[in-house]
């Protein structure tokens, strides 16, 4: 086939030339054309050789043989009846491409987010080039392509049900079985982009620029934006004070402005303010230190906090309360105190769950600085006090809850990462400690605990993203969504006043297509919810007619 067509576009560049030479009226020229155009096109022996053979159009496609595909296109692009099988084939190779891809960047047990991006960006790249170079931006090929962008996007990553299996690398993503999206899985790559952007190959603007690029293809932004809040408030709270040249603060800020540049100020509304709280709250925290030089107080322990806004932040306090050291009580009421004098009016609600200590331990072998988190520091302090016989704190899961205030699950989970540290130990020896059945496992201070570095970060329970996670989040989203919808409704009912059904659905699916592609039936029940609101009406007379009252 990519000989056939080779020879047709060197037999019509030579029968033009000809014609040049021969014929003056320039239409005499475009009909002998036309006609030479479809004696070699037009019929059913071309046609099969250039779409349907094993060789042809589709081949070039999948072979990469642009300069050939393109001879084909200048070939078939006079005639928009020839140009609609072109975009066909383009669009159903780029999504058996992508859907390759996917499964190229996916083990059956996880995902590499690095690699899966990488390829996605790559497949992208491709076909941008093709249409741009080869297909001279020929409109119904771009459609054809954005569309099977999105339909590549919108897929995600099927995973098969499986229990247990190695650990992964830190890059891959643990899942189980059931659907990731590609949404959640950029937001997880910015993650990673911004806490491992010393080990990166490629410059972190490049990284957020290819991750962006792919976002404008996906039909679920508003996954992302939940999603990638959540990463961001994770980052927020885990870092130390800002210090205002850090460079995972410019990362912050940089990623930020390039998502506010492609998807509007209404977009990234929710990432500034978290990063302008954060700001806010160094500044509180210079004031509240000269608070205390200024009624003399001395705290015994290094004291910081973090002010964060109600229904911007996406994290919520526990239902158990920790029961606070003594020491750290006298600090946060102090704080507390400070913060009544500089707003009366707003209340503080603690968050231990989301809060970070450090701990000077003295073990035998040296001092150490043991950074972990809040629940982690109260279930280290229960060790504080010898009170055996042999001079060892054992405790026990019963212990500690009582003594901590956790459950048992946030036990396990913090126990977890200080057994992995190997700060803490089985009382009795084990080859292998399974977490989820600790409730008879005592535990002891390792004594014999060493490390090369004086600062060691303890590792809390690894965050996967899981399908159960995945699918608890596309249950969020799906509740955000409706006000979003009601919003465009109503947006769309005061413009027009009267309006018909169909109308009224197609003009809602387009207002929201930028953010997420809403089904028919949620807008149905949302256009239910407002009349029962007496927001619009149906009309009297005429059947499926809407009409604005509010």
């Not at 036309?34 to 159009?57: H, K, M, Q, W, Y």
């Not at 980052?235 to 990623?255: I, T, V």
């Not at 699916?509 to 149906?538: C, G, H, V, W």
Request: hydrophobic fraction near 40%; charged fraction near 25%.
């Amino acid at each position: 086939a990519d000989d056939y067509i080779q020879l047709c576009g060197k037999t019509l560049h030579a029968e033009a030339d000809r014609f040049r030479l021969l014929l003056t009226a320039r239409h005499h020229r475009a009909r002998l054309l036309d006609e030479v155009e479809a004696a070699l096109i037009d019929n059913r022996a071309a046609n099969e050789l250039i779409f349907r053979s094993p060789t042809g159009l589709r081949n070039l496609i999948r072979t990469r043989n642009f300069s050939t595909a393109a001879i084909a296109f200048k070939l078939l692009s006079t005639k928009n009846k020839r140009i609609e099988p072109v975009a066909e084939i383009v669009g159903q190779e780029l999504i058996v491409d992508g859907m390759s891809q996917l499964e190229a960047s996916k083990t059956e047990l996880s995902i590499n987010p690095p690699e899966c991006v990488s390829k996605l960006f790559e497949l992208h790249e491709t076909y941008t080039k093709l249409l741009h170079d080869y297909f001279d931006n020929n409109i119904t090929i771009g459609r054809a392509i954005q569309s099977g962008l999105e339909k590549v996007m919108s897929e995600g990553f099927k995973m098969a049900k499986q229990q247990g299996g190695s650990e992964g690398s830190t890059v891959a993503i643990k899942v189980g079985g059931g659907n990731i999206p590609v949404s959640e899985l950029l937001a997880t790559y910015c993650d990673y982009c911004i806490r491992q952007q010393d080990k990166l190959t490629t410059s972190l603007d490049d990284c957020f620029d290819q991750a962006v690029a792919l976002l404008m293809f996906a039909t679920s932004k508003d996954l992302f934006q939940l999603r990638a809040r959540e990463l961001l408030c994770k980052r927020l709270l885990a870092a130390s004070a800002p210090s205002g040249n850090s460079g995972a603060e410019a990362a912050e800020h940089l990623l930020v402005a390039k998502l506010k540049r492609a998807c509007g100020s209404q977009f990234t509304s929710h990432y500034e303010s978290m990063l302008a709280d954060r700001t806010s709250s160094s500044q509180l925290q210079s004031r509240f230190l000269q608070y205390l030089d200024n009624r003399s107080i001395r705290l015994q322990h290094d004291f910081s906090a973090q002010v964060l806004k109600q229904g911007i932040w996406p994290c919520s306090a526990d239902d158990n309360v920790l029961t606070i050291p003594r020491e750290v009580a006298i600090c946060i009421k102090n704080y507390v105190d400070f913060h009544r004098s500089e707003s009366s009016k707003r209340v503080l609600k603690w968050l231990h769950n989301h809060s970070n200590a450090v701990l000077l331990a003295r073990f035998p072998k040296g001092q150490k600085e043991l950074s972990m988190s809040s629940y982690q520091a109260g279930v280290l302090l229960t060790f504080n006090c010898r009170n055996d016989s042999d001079g060892e704190a054992v405790k026990g899961i019963r212990e500690i809850k009582a003594a901590t205030n956790l459950d048992d699950d946030q036990i396990r989970r913090a126990v977890g990462g200080l057994v992995k540290a190997r700060v803490l130990l089985p009382a009795t020896p084990q080859k292998h400690l399974k977490l989820g059945a600790v409730s008879g496992t005592c535990f002891v201070v390792n004594d014999q605990f060493s490390h090369t570095n004086r600062k060691i970060a303890v590792p809390t329970a690894v965050a996967k993203v899981t399908v159960a996670a995945s699918e608890q989040l596309q249950v969020h989203v799906d509740e955000a969504r409706k006000p979003a919808i009601q919003a465009a409704i109503v947006k769309i009912m005061k413009s027009r006043r009267q309006i018909g059904h169909q109308e009224l659905l197609a003009e809602a699916m387009r207002y929201l297509s930028n953010l997420f592609t809403p089904d028919a039936r949620t807008i149905k029940e949302q256009i239910e919810f407002l009349i029962t609101r007496d927001i619009m009406r149906r009309h009297q007379t005429e059947h499926g007619v809407y009409i604005y009252v509010a």
